[in-house]
């Protein structure tokens, strides 16, 4: 599509699931192909055994039309049927974008250009937002649609943590496949719309650069709506595990920092008895300690990131973010004591070790083990 990258012109693919959309699936890939006319595009319908035969209204239209695609498989739910189409898209489609909408007609096609060329202007993802300035939902939404979809967007923004982004149930995002490599899609295992959020999440954690366009959604005129109380369910519980999830991480990272401070006091201890000079001894057993967490956090507390940079890079990273937060936490403790002199000196320097914790989770989590392509 030239007018999306002219330099590069990107192979776009459309990943649109299905389930039971026979009367909405054929006008759908009449205005896709009709809008998007170039031979890099390819149009990705997944139907999960519609009895209704939309899989063969696919047929049909592909037969017309080579780059529209139909893959099939078991009813397993939207995420289910996403981590499918997402995979096939990059794996044999060869995409260097995925375009995710609904198969409802909810989505104007036409907006799909304006999340495009926000890829084409640097973003990762693009999103289609009903909940930004010049955003908007069919006013035909009934006051319990209206609530379920402002209140799930709660919950995923408050909850789980995603309040970069305004509208974090939205099924129409642009995609580049570097940044869907990157978070691996295979690996989400959420099966319903909470899919949405977890990939959303999944994509602010990899350091994607996020951003979000104005749309308008419409009601379906046609059909019936999927979601049901077991998609409900899951969602709640997927919000309250991805908030779990974060403060998982930071546990890990402090139990690693509880066995530094064993490494350190046991290895200057040890020093001590060999004979070496306290002052020599002291730095021995923190150098010893920053390696033992270092270790620790690569293979443990941040063992399932994909990290770009060699091992040896991050050690040296690791240091210089532990001698930071080592002078922020004397620094700390030299104020307390001007202030409160006749405070017990343990007392100010377990509180020299607060904004140390915090400032070295924060710093290692988003520079030394920050998520991210791994470099070849």
């Not at 939309?54 to 078991?74: I, N, W, Y």
């Amino acid at each position: 599509m030239t007018d999306i990258s002219p330099s590069d012109n990107p192979c776009v693919c459309f990943v649109i699931p299905t389930y039971n959309e026979a009367p909405n699936v054929s006008p759908l890939l009449a205005q896709l192909t009709e809008k998007y006319g170039d031979e890099a595009t390819r149009f990705l319908i997944v139907d999960d055994e519609s009895p209704d035969g939309t899989a063969d209204r696919v047929r049909e239209f592909a037969a017309q039309d080579s780059r529209v695609h139909l893959l099939e498989g078991k009813r397993r739910g939207l995420g289910d049927a996403y981590v499918r189409g997402i995979s096939h898209a990059l794996d044999s489609l060869d995409a260097d974008v995925v375009v995710q909408m609904d198969a409802d007609l909810s989505h104007d096609p036409s907006d799909a250009r304006k999340l495009l060329d926000r890829l084409s202007r640097g973003a990762d993802a693009a999103i289609g937002s009903r909940y930004i300035s010049g955003g908007a939902v069919d006013r035909g939404w009934s006051f319990g649609r209206r609530f379920l979809s402002r209140g799930g967007n709660y919950l995923a923004r408050r909850i789980a943590g995603l309040v970069s982004v305004q509208d974090c149930t939205s099924g129409f995002k642009a995609i580049s496949a570097a940044a869907l490599r990157k978070l691996d899609v295979k690996n989400i295992r959420v099966q319903g719309y909470a899919f949405q959020i977890a990939l959303l999440h999944r994509l602010i954690e990899s350091g994607a650069r996020i951003v979000e366009e104005p749309i308008y959604f419409r009601d379906r005129q046609r059909g019936q709506t999927k979601l049901g109380i077991r998609d409900l369910i899951e969602f709640f519980y997927s919000v309250w595990w991805m908030r779990v999830a974060g403060y998982k991480t930071f546990l890990k990272f402090s139990l690693v920092g509880l066995s530094g401070v064993v490494v350190n006091l046991g290895s200057f201890q040890l020093a001590l008895g060999l004979g070496v000079h306290k002052y020599l001894a002291s730095p021995i057993a923190i150098e010893l300690s920053i390696i033992s967490n270092f270790l620790l956090n690569n293979f443990w507390t941040f063992a399932d990131r994909t990290m770009p940079g060699r091992r040896r890079i991050r050690g040296l990273k690791y240091n210089l973010v532990s001698l930071t937060t080592l002078g922020l936490s004397y620094a700390t403790f030299v104020v307390l004591s001007m202030l409160f002199p006749d405070a017990p000196p343990v007392v100010l320097q377990g509180c020299g070790i607060i904004p140390a914790t915090i400032c070295n989770y924060l710093l290692n989590s988003y520079w030394t083990f920050r998520a991210g392509e791994p470099e070849s």
